[in-house]
């Protein structure tokens, strides 16, 4: 697609992930800070990174992380499936990011496509991190989830903290999925919304539906 796209002179819209970056440390990346995934998916996506850089030069590739929506499978809608069966759920504590609402990330890309279209100068290709304002853990993040589902009328359940020790998975997961999103708000004047705004907006339609 990066090549079809060079091929006939236009830019290319990627989407990417934080587990291009090892997830060591407490702060958020930045675009500039050095990557190192640990597990064959963040090697993939870096690799596909690369490849879309090096096939037409007027990329813009944008990270994202923690995506959820009313749509398709996700966090949110696995916590409330789960509370529809379980009074308590295990959660770990100990991982930090950005929940990011796929409505958001759509906004976004809207907004940098609008931006090529109208600015025929513009010349600041590169790597982008697009993630929800403010970070939390996964176990925070579920709590959230069902403050708004029980607001609304939906299903609710106690979390309970764990360790990502205790929840052992195939794929190593990041403790620090944090991404800086200060670069995609100097260039294209726009940032998400407050993570937990976005999550009642996306509970409406769950749980209206």
Same mark, same amino acid.
């Given at each position: 697609?990066?090549?079809a796209?060079a091929? @006939?002179g236009?830019?290319? @819209?990627h989407?990417s992930?934080?587990y ?5 440390g407490?702060?958020?990346y930045?675009?500039?800070d050095p *990557? ?15 490849t879309? &850089?090096a096939?037409?030069?007027r990329?813009?590739?944008?990270? *994202?992380?923690?995506?959820y929506?009313?749509f398709g499978r996700?966090?949110?809608?696995t ?5 529809e069966?379980r009074?308590?759920v ?10 990011t609402?796929a ?5 976004? $890309?809207?907004r940098?496509a ?9 010349? &600041?290709?590169? $790597? ?5 304002s ?10 959230? @989830?069902?403050?708004a589902s029980?607001n609304?009328?939906?299903?609710? &359940?106690?979390v309970?903290?764990?360790l990502t020790?205790?929840?052992? *998975?195939?794929?190593a ?7 800086? *999103?200060?670069k995609?708000f ?10 937990? @705004?976005?999550? &009642?907006?996306?509970?409406d339609k769950?749980?209206?539906?």
């Amino acid at each position: 697609m990066a090549q079809a796209a060079a091929a @006939i002179g236009v830019p290319v @819209i990627h989407l990417s992930t934080d587990y291009v970056f090892s997830g060591e440390g407490d702060r958020p990346y930045t675009e500039t800070d050095p *990557t190192g995934p640990r597990g064959v998916y963040g090697q993939s996506k870096l690799a596909g990174e690369m490849t879309v &850089a090096a096939a037409n030069p007027r990329h813009l590739i944008l990270r *994202t992380a923690w995506v959820y929506s009313p749509f398709g499978r996700n966090f949110v809608k696995t916590m409330l499936k789960l509370a529809e069966s379980r009074d308590t759920v295990s959660v770990v504590s100990d991982q930090w990011g950005n929940p990011t609402s796929a409505l958001d990330i759509a906004d976004a $890309i809207l907004r940098v496509a609008d931006r090529l279209r109208t600015d025929p100068a513009f010349d &600041a290709f590169g $790597i982008y991190h697009l993630v929800g304002s403010g970070d939390t853990n996964w176990s925070s993040f579920a709590r959230e @989830i069902f403050a708004a589902s029980s607001n609304k009328g939906g299903p609710l &359940a106690e979390v309970r903290d764990i360790l990502t020790a205790e929840y052992p *998975t195939k794929a190593a997961r990041p403790l620090n999925s944090r991404l800086s *999103t200060d670069k995609f708000f100097d260039v294209f004047d726009w940032r998400a919304p407050k993570w937990n @705004i976005s999550l &009642a907006q996306v509970m409406d339609k769950l749980v209206s539906s």
